[in-house]
């Protein structure tokens, strides 16, 4: 059985500083999507990764998958008040049916 | 393009009634479809999927059930409302298993669903 893990499960983070959030898996897999959820609100996808070394940066936020170590990071760079919201990974399978598994989500707060 | 519609936005039952909740998407055929359910501050609990029409899987025992009537139409159901059905309901479609999608799922507004 496929588990994704997120770590860490809460961030709190002043304002300019820099942090990282994993994203482990238990089984191989290349493709690796991030979603923002902002409280109360749906989720909405973020960045898509899709083989090994991929990497992709929106603004302040950079994702990379590193599919030999089945890791996934999302790296905040100088962060800001506006990225406060919860962040989650999912790994996508080549099962027939449930091919989408979600990590815990990581709940990040950014302090001025 | 693609769009995921979903209702009601909020929905506020007393226990013991029942429940529908409607999703449906457009601009695309075939597609996975997906309920998740999400407690305040928790993760994803996927509740059911479908892979095509008529085709339900459940993934949690409970009380609620899901039909697809039409190809694109996803339907979460109740006879009788528990405490415990209080939450965040997501609806969701994909592209369809057995290629690689290369894509992310697509999630709905959600329906805040308060059972008193």
């Known amino acids: 059985e496929l588990k994704v893990e997120q770590n860490p499960l809460f961030l709190s983070m002043q304002e300019g500083k820099n942090y990282t959030i994993y994203c482990n898996y238990s089984?191989?897999?290349?493709?690796l999507y991030w979603y923002r959820q902002d409280p109360g609100k749906s989720l909405e996808s973020l960045f898509v990764?899709?083989?090994?070394?991929a990497v992709k940066q929106e603004g302040r936020l950079m994702a990379s998958l590193d599919t030999k170590a089945r890791l996934s990071t999302l790296h905040i760079t100088a962060a800001v008040h506006d990225l406060s919201a919860t962040y989650f990974c999912?790994?996508?399978?080549?099962?027939?049916?449930?091919?989408?598994?979600f990590g815990p989500g990581t709940r990040l707060s950014v302090l001025p | 393009s693609q769009t995921i519609h979903q209702w009601p936005a909020t929905l506020v039952q007393p226990v013991g009634s029942p429940l529908s909740l409607e999703c449906t998407v457009e601009?695309?055929?075939?597609?996975?479809l997906y309920w998740y359910r999400q407690a305040a501050g928790r993760g994803l609990q996927l509740l059911f999927y479908?892979?095509?029409?008529?085709?339900i899987s459940s993934e949690v025992p409970q009380n609620l059930s899901a039909s697809r009537p039409q190809d694109r139409q996803f339907i979460l159901s109740s006879k009788k409302l528990l405490l415990s059905d209080s939450g965040f309901y997501l609806c969701?479609?994909?592209?369809?298993?057995?290629?690689?999608?290369?894509?992310?799922?697509?999630f709905g507004d959600g329906t805040r669903l308060s059972i008193l």
């Open positions: 969701a479609w994909s592209v369809s298993s057995g290629m690689r999608s290369n894509q992310p799922q697509h």
């Open positions: 089984t191989t897999s290349d493709r």
């Open positions: 999912a790994v996508e399978l080549d099962n027939y049916g449930q091919n989408f598994v």
């Open positions: 990764l899709l083989s090994n070394g």
């Open positions: 479908s892979v095509g029409i008529g085709q």
């Open positions: 601009g695309t055929s075939n597609p996975n």
